[in-house]
């Protein structure tokens, strides 16, 4: 496939062969499970391409897609890319309490990107409403019955163009000053020969499982643009299928043999709790379980693994790695089948000197950190002075700036975002990292880090200490600092909690912190559940929780 540079030349090609995917759960059509050749998913996606082709859509054009994991969801995903546009996938709405934001997200969006036409599922069509202006809306299933009245014989091919946009992917968090990183078919092809090659990759052998959500970068580009391009059999479910029960992904692992799957730090965590309640699964064949998109907590990876070795889940399939949209996807991964590696320093020694020196795991400050593996292939990475530009040695901590073939040229329609963020031909992340022995380790945000008495302390660091705390909801905390009462930076906790007596919710959080960093947060605000501000991603958001927290609007 490292010959093509173009999505439409790898997605025809795969088409010959004999992968397939299948839909499981509310993805599915009929049933339950719905199995698909991607010989047949590719004549549905000609035939969806004509539908488009003749709604305006072709080549350097952009079509904004909004609905769950569905066949015809994937069908206009893949219709979209052979159409020569680009996808612009929205996100669904996090919580229901967020609607009217979700309306407003999606609206700035498809504005933004100048979409040529909105395809939309028919369960949000309602919620969706055009503006004078606004690019025309299709419902998804009227465009399917459009495609099936056309036929594939309707689709008429463009010509392979590796530097046309073959995904407009918005950053996480994005709203009123949204940011599309521009992936065009060169970056996302290189990306997808690197994962492959990095991860080791055989279709024909490997099985890939997800239930990712196909509007982040993870889920688009590593569970189904590397399949349809690559050949890899793959099982399809939704969000909504793994949170309603997050045991059916181990199941779905169990029943159709998979081999690599992906997911953020909180769902091994939920995993983990569902595996300890299964019976008669068989994990044993699982290669790679990645874990990225949200900082990698050691202590959930190795509780996930107790929970699968009576499974048969190998040890070596903990998979910790790093990524970013503005990369495609990749940017580190680990050796396939070492498993997790952790480094351990001194917390003090990083917080005041940015260096992490080495310490025993018994040692009273210790912090365990995810190595997360080395570039991959094409792309460099860096530490570097954030004040000065300056490279950093080993174990300093600095800036992690990346640079290589499927980094992203920029941000559409905004050059005042694109020139602060690239310099040199180097990508600022906005990371604190350091490298040692080659491998990757971050530490967290730049814009995050909670500066208390000289000392750099990671918001991280609180909020693992506190989600361990009786009543609280795990994986929904966030840690900042704001000026307190003696116009020094303080630190506040935020945690969602569904007791009703909050005085020892609140002692226990105290003494889980005070044993984290030395000190007791000046303030503890407890919520209820489902109210703590997180992106379409499910990441947590620092800023806006501290914003909102300032305004008392918490």
Not at 510 to 526: N, Q
Request: charged share 20%; glycine share 10%; with cysteine.
């Amino acid at each position: 496939m490292t010959s093509a540079s173009s999505l439409i030349t790898r997605i025809e090609r795969v088409a010959d062969g004999d992968a397939s995917i299948t839909f499981v759960g509310s993805a599915a059509s009929v049933g339950d499970v719905e199995a698909v050749p991607y010989k047949r998913l590719y004549d549905d996606a000609r035939a969806m391409a004509a539908a488009l082709q003749v709604r305006g859509v072709g080549p350097r054009t952009h079509v904004a897609i909004l609905g769950p994991t569905t066949r015809n969801l994937v069908t206009a995903i893949e219709a979209t890319w052979i159409a020569g546009a680009a996808a612009v996938m929205l996100p669904l709405p996090m919580r229901l309490a967020s609607i009217d934001e979700f309306v407003s997200q999606t609206r700035t969006r498809i504005i933004a990107s100048d979409a040529a036409l909105v395809v939309i599922d028919d369960q949000l069509a309602d919620f969706l409403d055009p503006q004078p202006g606004d690019p025309p809306v299709v419902r998804l299933a009227e465009l399917a019955t459009s495609a099936r009245l056309l036929g594939p014989e309707a689709y008429v091919r463009p010509a392979d163009d590796p530097d046309a946009l073959a995904i407009l992917q918005y950053t996480s968090g994005s709203t009123s000053d949204p940011k599309g990183v521009m992936l065009p078919h060169r970056c996302v092809a290189a990306n997808l020969d690197a994962i492959v090659r990095a991860a080791a990759i055989e279709p024909g052998h490997d099985v890939g499982v997800s239930w990712l959500p196909l509007y982040h970068d993870m889920g688009l580009i590593g569970l189904l643009a590397t399949p349809l391009c690559h050949g890899l059999d793959l099982v399809l479910s939704s969000p909504q299928d793994f949170l309603v029960a997050p045991g059916r992904w181990m199941e779905w692992i169990s029943a159709f043999g998979g081999t690599i799957t992906a997911g953020p730090n909180f769902s091994y965590v939920l995993a983990a709790r569902s595996l300890r309640r299964l019976s008669q699964l068989d994990l044993s064949q699982w290669r790679l379980a990645l874990n990225g998109a949200e900082p990698v907590d050691p202590t959930a990876v190795r509780a996930f693994l107790d929970a699968g070795a009576g499974h048969g889940l190998p040890t070596g399939a903990a998979f910790c790695a790093f990524g970013m949209a503005e990369a495609s996807l990749a940017v580190t991964f680990p050796e396939p089948g070492a498993g997790m590696s952790v480094d351990v320093v001194d917390r003090r020694v990083l917080e005041t000197d940015h260096y992490a020196a080495s310490v025993a795991t018994d040692h009273g400050d210790a912090r365990e950190l995810a190595r997360l593996g080395r570039p991959l292939h094409n792309l460099q990475i860096r530490i570097v002075d954030r004040v000065t530009g300056a490279a950093m040695r080993d174990r300093e901590v600095g800036e992690l700036e990346i640079r290589g073939d499927s980094v992203t040229p920029g941000y559409y329609g905004r050059p005042d975002a694109t020139a602060a963020t690239f310099h040199d031909g180097w990508l600022r992340t906005g990371d604190l990292a350091y490298v040692t022995e080659g491998e990757l380790v971050v530490c967290g945000r730049i814009k995050d880090v909670i500066i208390l008495g000289g000392r750099n302390v990671h918001p991280q660091d609180v909020e693992r200490a506190v989600n361990h705390v009786d009543g609280v909801r795990a994986g929904n905390v966030i840690a900042f600092g704001t000026e307190g009462r003696r116009g020094r930076e303080s630190l506040v906790v935020v945690a969602e909690t569904k007791e009703a007596e909050h005085t020892q919710v609140r002692e226990a959080i105290k003494s889980a912190v005070y044993g984290v960093v030395g000190l007791a947060p000046e303030d503890i605000v407890l919520v209820a559940p489902g109210t703590l501000p997180k992106t379409s991603s499910g990441k947590l958001q620092r800023s806006l929780c501290k914003s909102r927290y300032i305004t008392a609007t918490l």
